[in-house]
């Protein structure tokens, strides 16, 4: 009987076995969506639990966070960040080196209008009407294409999380809850509909959504993006 079921789960399509790998978060409005790194006094909120604290003195609940990308040891982005029309770090033109540096990374942004975008690293223009902006890489997919890279047999497991930008402009938020591949992690965004996706972290991922069952704030990271009540 033991061989009979493994046998049909072998024979299950991956976006099936992906459904109880990986956990979601839609966001249907853009706008709402806010990137943090520092406090009004410069200090920087780290992780998600003082970043909740820090809403709460500001009379805002959040309902949804996750880290915004790679960061440095002493926790400042690795790539480009833009918080509220200006430019923290500019863009990082590392080769080689990392999940980082597997080209083509991407950046995932925000404009004046509040559309959610996802380009290539080398496709991004600021043209000052960016509102917030986080390198981080590798794409996941590209143009509706899973990342070159990416092996369908890898052995690299490792909790994933990263953003996808839907068919109807909404954004979709991603974290496993085992480890799982990149090109499995990159098979649920194009399973979803996503054209372009982009990796935000590994192992040290986190995501807060209570309306999830998700309860992380415990790690420290760079940059972290937050939903609040309307």
């Known amino acids: ?106 950046i995932f942004f925000l404009t004046a209008n509040n559309e959610a975008k996802i380009c290539k690293t080398e496709d991004f223009k600021d043209n000052g009407k960016v509102k917030y902006a986080t390198q981080s890489g590798p794409m996941l997919v590209i143009a509706n294409e899973i990342h070159p890279a990416f092996n369908k047999n890898s052995s690299n497991l490792n909790i994933r999380s990263g953003v996808g930008i839907l068919p109807n402009g909404s954004v979709l938020f991603a974290i496993s809850n085992e480890a799982v591949t990149l090109y499995e992690f990159a098979m649920y965004f194009k399973q979803k509909g996503c054209r372009n996706a982009l990796y935000l972290d590994g192992a040290i991922s986190e995501m807060y959504c209570p309306d999830k069952g998700l309860n992380q704030i415990g790690g420290s990271f760079g940059v972290m993006i937050g939903l609040t009540e309307k």
């Not at 969506?33 to 998600?48: D, R």
């Not at 996750?66 to 960040?81: D, H, K, Q, R």
């Open 1 to 106: 009987m033991k061989h009979i079921i493994y046998l049909l789960l072998t024979l299950l399509p991956i976006n099936l076995l992906a459904q109880d790998k990986i956990i979601d978060y839609i966001v249907n409005d853009p706008q709402r969506i806010h990137f943090y790194y520092k406090n009004e006094k410069g200090v920087k909120f780290n992780t998600i639990q003082s970043l909740k604290e820090w809403l709460q003195s500001k009379k805002q609940h959040l309902l949804f966070a996750t880290n915004g990308g790679m960061f440095t040891p002493e926790y400042t982005p690795v790539g480009l960040y833009i918080e509220n029309f200006k430019m923290i770090k500019g863009v990082n033109h590392v080769k080689g080196g990392g999940n980082f540096g597997l080209k083509p990374n991407g």
